[in-house]
């Protein structure tokens, strides 16, 4: 009986233990601070934390980052824009979605966009368009109006221009200049000043109806969603492309002000029809969908009715708190009846799927990215998607290597197109590969490799001449550190051309990472399994192997930070001055470039730097939505610098952040100069290229 008994009692403590567990269960909700308001998870987060909430926060860096946390189970649910549901679909992410964010709750749609013509124009159809003058709304705003959506007009009614002879972008632009008379398409229309004045002033009829012509900008008095009707009733241009919601207004049909008469207008329709502006049932050409609550749909329902009655009666309460997080952009979150998957919900949005899929140039461009992780490559793929959705064109594509030194390979070989590669490797790109840098990563000066000569506190070493017959530790053979002390040495005359040599002559036993076997063992004979890269240089150094080391002198603190050595300071280690006009420094570099063959054209360069400075405008640092759709410069799984380098400010074909900045000794101008001679034994590394591209592994990411 006792035994009976015992196990009684066990079994009610343990149904007592489940039911509270599963009563006491949270839904994770994926939150993605805002620019905005970049502490709104720490404001409204705390709350829901507490024990009597039914949801808690999961942290995210952007929504893309939330759609993978929903899709691997580790967050329940979280809110997304149209673009990013294409983006899921697209990756084969399975989404439910339990709730439309509203700010209008009677508005089936965010907006709906038509065609509107002046009746003096005699347009009856999409035929007689051609040789019109034409109103768009512009560029410069694509957070809310993506380049997808305001091509779609010219997108339905013009045939697809391919010449091989120019850009995607170019050909586009070509082929609307064929087809209309003049318009107004004001804002930039790259993201490359100097190709946007270039273009401007080829395509000159595209910018002929703007207020000012000349700068064709987003300063211009017809740009934006009402600056399209104000250019057509202005009776500048015959049709204007237009919110639904603005030409009511426009027109007087709600209260904003009646700008023309409303009878002199009609909409012109995809069926080749046209109709009254103020028809009860007005022709929609393409529609944009709300923002949505998405959710892996295990807890579908739960998690909507959760929604559902939200409520700001009690500001303490974890359900305003929940509120908040939903509202800061978006005001009404309208439950969807029947749960429907993302497919069928963007397949009741007139165009929108069609709008995204709308076929480019055959054969179609690519550029194709060389990675050498499944980390980056699964960060690349994401890249991917993130640029299809907003029509940037050429397309991306994602190879996999197993190195670097694989890629440059592949590069060569036609198989990849892009590396991007660190300072370290910038020589070996350009003399063993014959590649050319496309863009830096541009960073402030407390995130550029500046390469500085570095001994412990209480050294004698005070400058270059002290450096004869000691022990160095660099980095790496042929990278930043050891070229730059090369160049430094040559300017003093202390070295000739004849650099392995005459730097084994100059050093005493060292340690040179990498160094070919056959060249001076006194180089690397000091060298063991730790001392790679600055960090090793800087072990090295620490260890009393070496008298001096040769490193980034920005990642002296990170290198104390990361061995955890509160009794070591960036006041142990001291930097000498070899250049004693310079600050300190023998050389300088942005942590970054993409790297492209020498022998690309300069065509097919404008198209890819368009195309990358594109991206950074989207998902760079400087992302023009309230929250960020994908980060290209940040955390990638939680981990630090995934294809991209996270302290990067912006991408440039020059290597400075401003114009202004105008820090001495860049490493590529040293590079460069007549005075820097390379021997043979420079170019040792080519014994190690494999003839034979069998080697290098590529995943193919479709």
């Not at 084969?92 to 339990?98: A, G, K, P, T, Y």
Request: proline residues 4%; aromatic residues 10%.
């Amino acid at each position: 009986m006792r035994f009976f008994k015992f196990y009684r009692e066990y079994f009610i403590c343990l149904s007592i233990f489940v039911v509270y567990n599963v009563y006491a269960a949270k839904y994770k909700m994926c939150v993605v601070n805002g620019k905005e308001n970049p502490n709104q998870s720490f404001k409204f987060c705390r709350r829901l934390n507490e024990q009597d909430s039914k949801v808690e926060c999961l942290i995210a860096l952007d929504r893309l980052d939330c759609l993978r946390r929903i899709h691997k189970g580790k967050a329940d649910f979280g809110l997304f824009t149209p673009e990013d549901l294409i983006a899921a679909t697209n990756s084969e992410i399975d989404l439910f979605i339990i709730n439309e964010i509203r700010y209008k709750p009677s508005q089936n749609f965010e907006y709906e966009i038509v065609a509107v013509v002046s009746n003096k124009g005699n347009i009856r159809n999409k035929h007689e368009v051609r040789g019109k003058r034409y109103c768009h709304p512009g560029y410069g705003y694509e957070a809310d109006w993506t380049r997808i959506l305001s091509n779609y007009f010219e997108a339905s009614i013009l045939t697809p221009q391919c010449f091989q002879n120019v850009t995607i972008t170019e050909n586009r632009i070509r082929a609307s200049s064929n087809f209309f008379k003049s318009a107004c398409k004001s804002g930039p229309w790259v993201n490359n000043p100097i190709l946007d004045r270039e273009l401007k002033q080829k395509y000159s009829n595209l910018c002929e109806l703007c207020g000012d012509p000349n700068k064709c900008s987003t300063h211009d008095k017809y740009w934006g969603r009402r600056g399209s009707l104000l250019c057509l009733t202005d009776g500048a241009g015959d049709i204007s492309w237009a919110r639904l919601e603005d030409v009511r207004q426009h027109f007087g049909f709600i209260p904003g002000g009646k700008e023309a008469n409303p009878e002199d207008y009609s909409l012109l329709c995809p069926d080749d029809t046209i109709m009254p502006l103020n028809s009860s049932n007005p022709c929609i050409w393409v529609v944009k969908p709300w923002a949505v609550v998405g959710t892996g749909g295990t807890n579908a329902v739960n998690i909507q009715d959760i929604i559902v009655n939200l409520n700001h009666t009690d500001t303490s309460s974890w359900q305003s708190n929940l509120l908040n997080l939903i509202e800061p952009t978006f005001f009404s979150p309208e439950p969807l009846n029947p749960i429907i998957p993302i497919e069928t919900y963007l397949r009741r949005a007139k165009g929108f799927l069609n709008a995204n899929s709308f076929s480019a140039c055959h054969p179609p461009r690519t550029i194709r990215i060389c990675t050498t992780s499944n980390i980056e490559t699964a960060k690349c793929s994401w890249l991917r998607e993130s640029a299809a959705v907003y029509g940037i064109e050429p397309d991306l594509d994602c190879l996999k290597a197993d190195n670097k030194t694989h890629c440059m390979m592949a590069l060569n070989d036609y198989v990849a197109d892009v590396v991007m590669v660190g300072p370290d490797m910038v020589e070996i790109a350009k003399s063993d590969f014959q590649l050319t840098t496309l863009f830096y990563e541009t960073v402030s000066d407390l995130h550029k490799y500046i390469t500085v000569a570095v001994t412990k506190e209480n050294s004698k070493i005070d400058g270059i001449h002290d450096l004869k017959g000691r022990k160095a530790c660099f980095p790496n053979y042929n990278g930043i550190a050891w070229n730059s002390v090369a160049s430094t040495l040559q300017r003093h005359n202390i070295i000739g051309c004849e650099i392995n040599v005459e730097m084994a002559n100059f050093f005493g036993p060292s340690c040179v990472p990498n160094m070919p076997n056959n060249e001076s063992k006194t180089l690397w004979n000091l060298c063991q399994k730790d001392f790679e890269d600055d960090m090793g240089a800087l072990r090295c150094l620490l260890s009393d192997v070496g008298d001096v080391a040769f490193v980034s002198r920005n990642l002296i603190s990170q290198f104390n930070n990361s061995h955890n050595m509160e009794h070591l300071n960036t006041a142990h280690f001291h930097t000498i001055c070899l250049n004693q006009k310079q600050d300190c420094h023998l050389s300088w570099a942005p942590p970054g470039q993409a790297m492209v063959r020498s022998s690309s054209s300069d065509l097919w360069k404008k198209d890819t730097l368009d195309v990358f400075l594109n991206l950074d405008g989207l998902f760079g640092k400087n992302y023009k939505g309230v929250f960020n759709t994908f980060t290209m410069y940040g955390k990638y799984d939680g981990k630090d610098n995934i294809l991209f380098n996270d302290v990067t400010e912006k991408l440039r074909d020059v290597p400075t952040v401003k114009n202004t900045d105008r820090m001495e000794l860049f490493y590529e101008d040293l590079l460069n100069q007549k005075k820097i001679c390379y021997s043979s034994s420079s170019h040792m590394l080519l014994s190690f290229r494999v003839p034979s591209f069998a080697y290098l592994i590529l995943v193919i990411l479709y």
